[in-house]
C-alpha cells in the first residue's frame, strides 16, 4: 500500500517553517498576507498541540529577509532557527540532519510551509524526495507566491513530482482525526475559534445558541434598544 494512503497522524508527522520572514512576505502576492500569517501561526500551534516536532529555518536574516514572524517565534520559543544561504533548505546540512533526526522516529511525513512557493518550497520538495524516502505534504495556504500563476504553477509541479498539497486545517483535523480525543479536543477547538474564520465563529454560536453554553470572553453590560424620540 502507498504510504500516501495514511493520513497524516501526531505519531508519523514533522513540521518545518521555511522562510516565514517579513521581506520575503513583501514579494508575496498569491495570498493576503495577513490571511498568510494568520494561517502560518495556526498551523504552529497546531504542531504545538500534537507535539509534532518543528524546524524552522531562515535565509539571510540580517542583510535581506528580516526576522521570522515573532507570532510564530511566540509558539515555538525554545526552538532554534537554523539560518542558511542557499535559497535550497535542502543544501543546508544542519536542515537535513534536523529532518534526518525526527525522520529516523518514523516520522518522514514532512509537513512543509514556505516562502516563495516557486523556490524555496519547490527547490527543497525536490531536492529532499529525490535525496530521501520522505514524503513532502505542502500546505498551500501557508505558503505563498509572487503571484498567483507563480504560486499555482509551482504547486503543479511539485504535485507532478508526488508532493501531496494540502491546506493548514486539513493538517490540524487530520492530526485530531476523532473529536473523542478529549486529550487535545479542548486545545483544538479554542485553535480554531481563534484562526479559521467562519469555522470558529460558527462553534461560538453554537456553543451560546444552541447549546446554551456561556461566551468565552466576559464584557461590559449589553444596553438597549432605545429607540430614538
Not at 517553517?17 to 494561517?39: E, H, T, Y
Not at 479554542?190 to 445558541?209: N, R
Request: aromatic share 8%.
Amino acid at each position: 500500500m502507498s504510504s500516501k494512503l495514511q493520513v497524516l497522524t501526531p505519531q508519523n508527522s514533522q513540521i518545518i517553517f521555511i522562510d516565514q520572514q517579513p521581506q520575503m512576505a513583501f514579494g508575496v502576492q498569491s495570498i493576503d498576507r495577513q490571511v498568510l500569517k494568520n494561517n502560518v501561526v495556526g498551523l504552529a500551534k497546531a504542531a504545538k498541540i500534537f507535539n509534532i516536532p518543528t524546524t524552522i529555518t531562515t535565509v539571510e536574516t540580517d542583510s535581506f529577509s528580516g526576522n521570522t514572524f515573532p507570532e510564530l517565534l511566540a509558539v515555538v520559543p525554545e526552538n532554534d532557527i537554523l539560518e542558511r544561504t542557499s535559497m535550497n533548505s535542502w543544501d543546508d546540512q544542519n536542515v537535513r540532519d534536523a529532518l534526518a533526526k525526527h525522520a529516523a522516529d518514523g516520522r518522514k511525513k514532512v509537513v512543509v510551509a514556505g516562502l516563495w512557493t516557486e523556490v524555496c518550497n519547490t527547490t527543497f520538495a525536490l531536492s529532499c524526495m529525490n535525496d530521501t524516502d520522505y514524503e513532502i505534504y505542502m500546505v498551500a495556504d501557508a505558503s505563498g507566491g509572487t503571484s498567483v500563476d507563480a504560486h499555482k504553477y509551482a504547486m503543479d509541479r511539485m504535485v507532478q513530482a508526488g508532493v501531496v498539497p494540502v491546506t493548514w486545517q486539513q493538517v490540524l483535523l487530520e492530526w485530531q482525526r476523532d473529536w473523542a480525543r478529549k486529550e487535545t479536543y479542548d486545545a483544538v477547538t479554542s485553535l480554531v475559534k481563534e484562526h479559521s474564520g467562519a469555522y470558529g465563529m460558527g462553534i461560538d454560536y453554537a456553543v451560546t445558541h444552541v447549546h446554551g453554553g456561556a461566551e468565552r470572553v466576559s464584557h461590559g453590560k449589553r444596553i438597549g434598544p432605545n429607540p430614538a424620540k
